[in-house]
C-alpha cells in the first residue's frame, strides 16, 4: 500500500488559506476518487474539497477550525500501490524570499531574528514570507497597521514591508505617542466601538465567520472610498410586457425560469462600454481599467448573510446565456455550492433591493469596484405621458434605480450620465428583442 498527501487545492487569485469547517469522513473511513471529504471556508466563499483518489484516510492533519495554506497537507490516505504520493496541487509560485544584497544594510542580526517575540492577533492578513520579516525586524502589529498595502484588497506585499523597514531602520525609534497626543496626521484607524450595556432578557449571538468577514469589508469599503449616490425613476413598462410575453416559452424551452435581472445586467453591461471609465479600479495614484466586464450579483442567503457571485464576461453573453448564468450562480449560492472562483473578479456589481419590495438604496461599494447600483420594486403608479395628441396620465410599471460610485475617480457628470444611460436602454426596450 501507498501514502497519499491530500492537499488543499488552489482556489483562485487571492486565496492562499482556508479554515477547516468540518471533516465529512473519519480516520479510517474509504473514500471513492471525486467524493467530498472536507468542508472548508475562505474569505470568499465556503465550498467542499474532494479526494482525487480512491483510498482509506488514515490521518487527519488539519483539524476543524485550523487554517491550512494552499498546497499543505490536509489529510493522509492509504491507497494501491507503493511508496509516497501526494496531489499536484496548483498552487501560484511563493513570493522568493528577499535576496541578501536587499536585505543587507536593513537584516538584523540572525540573533535577534530568533529571540523575535512578536506575536500577531490575526485582524490582519500577513502572508508568511511578510510575516517573517514583520517578526525579523521586530516590527508591531501596531507599526504594520500604518502601512499602505499595494497588494490585493491592500494587503501588505514584500516590497510594501521591505520599503518601510529600509525607511525605518534610517531614522531613530520613536515611542508611539498616546492617541489624545497626537498633533501630526497619522493614518485613519477605526474609532474603538462602543460599549453597549447588556440587559436583562437581552439575548447575545456571537457573529458567524460570513458576517465577520462581511462586517469588515463593509468597514474598509466606506472608509476607502468617498461615496456619492445618483437617483432615477425609469419607466419599465415594455421590460415588464416583454418578460411576460416571453417567460413561459423560456422556462417551457429551456427549464428554467426568466426573472428581470438578466434584462438589468444587459442593460449595465451596455451603459458601461458606452461609460468604460466605470469598469475600474484604484491602485494607489493609478487607474486600473479593466478589460472584461464581471458583473457581481449580491445575493442574500438563508441564513440572512450576503454574496455576491460574478458573471463573468457578461458583455459577451446573450439575454438567454445570461439568464441561465443568473439562475446558477443564484442557485449556487443559495445551496452552498459556490466555488471560490465564483466570487472573484467582479468589476461592477448590481444589488436588486427591489426583491425585499424596497424602493431605493444607497448600496456601499466593494473593493476594488468604483461603483454599483441598486434596483428598486418594480411599482404600478399613474404617470404623465406625451403624446402626439398632448399629456394623458396612464398607469405605467415604474422602477428607481440608485447608483452609488466612488468620488476618487468617478465624478457626478460620469456616475449620473451612466445611471440616465441604464435608465434609456431599459426604458427603450425593444418589445421586439429575442431570447
Known amino acids: 500500500m501507498a501514502e497519499y498527501k491530500l492537499l488543499l487545492p488552489s482556489m483562485g487569485e487571492g486565496v492562499m488559506e482556508a479554515t477547516i469547517i468540518t471533516w465529512l469522513f473519519n480516520e479510517g473511513d474509504n473514500v471513492k476518487e471525486d467524493d467530498s471529504v472536507v468542508e472548508i471556508a475562505t474569505d470568499k466563499v465556503d465550498s467542499d474539497v474532494p479526494t482525487p483518489v480512491s483510498g482509506k484516510i488514515v490521518k487527519i492533519l488539519k483539524q476543524k477550525d485550523e487554517v491550512a495554506k494552499v498546497g499543505e497537507a490536509i489529510a493522509i490516505l492509504e491507497i494501491e500501490g507503493e511508496g509516497t504520493a501526494s496531489e499536484e496541487a496548483k498552487t501560484e509560485t511563493p513570493a522568493a524570499a528577499p535576496d541578501a544584497e536587499t ?11 530568533a529571540a523575535s517575540n512578536v506575536e500577531f492577533s490575526g485582524d490582519l492578513y500577513l502572508s508568511p514570507l511578510v510575516k517573517s520579516i514583520a517578526q525579523q525586524e521586530n516590527i508591531s502589529e501596531t507599526e504594520l497597521k500604518s502601512i499602505k498595502g499595494s497588494g490585493l484588497e491592500g494587503r501588505i506585499t514584500k516590497e510594501d514591508i521591505l520599503a518601510y523597514v529600509a525607511n525605518r531602520g534610517s531614522q531613530p525609534a520613536q515611542p508611539a505617542a498616546p492617541a489624545q497626543a497626537v498633533s501630526t496626521p497619522q493614518p485613519a484607524v477605526s474609532a474603538p466601538a462602543a460599549t453597549v450595556p447588556v440587559n436583562a432578557g437581552d439575548e447575545i449571538i456571537p ?3 460570513m458576517r465577520k468577514i462581511i462586517a469588515e469589508n463593509m468597514v474598509k469599503a466606506k472608509q476607502i472610498a468617498p461615496h456619492v449616490t445618483s437617483f432615477i425613476e425609469t419607466d419599465v413598462t415594455n421590460v415588464v410586457k416583454w418578460r411576460n ?6 422556462e417551457k424551452r429551456e427549464g428554467e425560469k426568466l426573472t428581470f435581472m438578466p434584462i438589468f445586467v444587459k442593460a449595465v453591461v451596455k451603459a458601461i462600454q458606452d461609460f468604460p471609465m466605470i469598469n475600474v479600479s484604484v491602485n494607489g495614484d493609478s487607474i486600473i481599467k479593466k478589460k472584461n466586464i464581471n458583473i457581481g450579483m449580491a445575493t442574500a442567503l438563508p441564513d440572512g448573510n450576503l454574496i455576491v457571485p460574478v458573471i463573468k464576461n457578461a458583455d459577451q453573453l446573450s439575454l438567454s446565456g445570461l439568464a441561465k448564468a443568473i439562475n446558477d450562480l443564484a442557485y449556487r449560492a443559495r445551496n452552498k455550492k459556490l466555488r471560490p472562483e465564483d466570487t472573484q473578479g467582479a468589476t461592477y456589481t448590481i444589488s436588486n433591493v ?3 419590495g424596497n424602493l431605493m438604496g444607497t448600496p456601499i461599494i466593494p473593493q ?4 454599483i447600483l441598486a434596483i428598486g420594486a418594480i411599482v404600478k403608479k399613474p404617470a404623465v405621458l406625451e403624446t402626439a395628441d398632448g399629456d394623458v396620465i396612464a398607469i405605467r410599471n415604474l422602477m428607481f434605480m440608485s447608483h452609488s460610485y466612488d468620488h476618487r475617480v468617478v465624478d457626478g457628470s460620469l456616475g449620473g450620465m451612466m445611471l440616465k444611460h441604464v435608465h434609456d436602454y431599459l426604458e427603450n426596450w425593444d418589445l421586439n428583442t429575442e431570447i
Not at 536585505?103 to 531574528?113: D, G, R
Not at 476594488?368 to 461603483?371: I, K, S, T
Open 103 to 113: 536585505l543587507k544594510t536593513i537584516e538584523q542580526p540572525l540573533q535577534t531574528a
Open 207 to 209: 457573529m458567524d465567520r
Open 354 to 356: 427591489g426583491s425585499f
Open 368 to 371: 476594488p469596484q468604483v461603483a
Open 245 to 250: 410575453k416571453n417567460k413561459a416559452a423560456f
